[in-house]
């Protein structure tokens, strides 16, 4: 059985940092895509970042140089370590892992 469990969310203020965590059992994240993705209130979820198997990273335009995810294999986790958030980042945070594996999010709230 496959779990996602997402931590680390809560209220920031603009231009402060949070580091989320996805704590991953009955699957290797060093092996399949693992992703964070976001769903704010009356919008579509949507894509934030990604790490490949081969540890390859992609990015929404709208976070690149700001957030960054990363692995930990030995804890079999995903992080998304976000930087100079703004009051657009407020959204339910998802981690997705493999093909269609949802954690069951984190709330972030930044500020103004």
């Known amino acids: 059985q496959v779990q996602l469990v997402e931590s680390g969310g809560g209220l920031v203020q603009t231009g402060g940092s949070l580091r989320l965590s996805c704590a991953a059992s009955g699957i290797f994240v060093s092996r399949v895509a693992m992703g964070w993705y976001r769903q704010a209130p009356g919008k579509q979820r949507e894509l934030v970042a990604t790490i490949s198997s081969s540890a390859r990273t992609n990015y929404a335009d709208s976070v690149k140089g700001r957030f960054t995810i990363s692995r930990d294999n030995v804890k079999n986790s995903v992080y998304l370590q976000m930087s100079f958030v703004k009051p657009e980042d407020t959204a339910v945070y998802y981690c997705?892992?493999?093909?269609?594996?949802w954690g069951q999010g984190t709330q972030v709230t930044v500020s103004s």
């Open positions: 997705k892992g493999g093909s269609n594996y």
